[in-house]
Nanobody, 126 residues
């Protein structure tokens, strides 16, 4: 079982920055692909970014490419999402997700992740 706890959300003006953190309980953290998804009211959960366990580069949704950066620190069992140049359309609940121990790749769909955090609200005002 993997427990994930997000933090770092809040209210920010458009153009501002936030850094989300995801703390994981598992000692197997380094073997799991980590992803960030978001869900706005009335919308489906959508992919934001994901980072592999090894040398494969991270993946980003087109809507955040160039503004958001995903990273991980395996020594701290943590993943991060640095969000810059935030826009009102980035407003959503942001979820951290962890893959199983046998990920097929750097997944971009929710079904490719086995564990989820409770989410953290990000609100960007115009």
């Amino acid at each position: 079982q993997v427990q994930l706890v997000e933090s770092g959300g809040g209210l920010v003006q458009a153009g501002g920055s936030l850094r989300l953190s995801c703390a994981a309980s598992a000692r197997t953290f380094s073997r799991r692909v980590m992803g960030w998804f978001r869900q706005a009211p009335g919308q489906e959960r959508e992919f934001v970014a994901a980072i592999s366990t090894g040398l494969s580069g991270p993946r980003y949704a087109d809507s955040v490419k160039g503004r958001f950066t995903i990273s991980r620190d395996n020594a701290k069992n943590a993943a991060y999402l640095q969000m810059n140049r935030l826009k009102p359309e980035d407003t959503a609940v942001y979820y951290c997700a962890a893959s199983s121990l046998t990920p097929l790749g750097v997944g971009v769909t929710p079904s490719e992740y086995a564990y989820w955090g409770q989410g953290t609200q990000v609100t960007v005002s115009s």
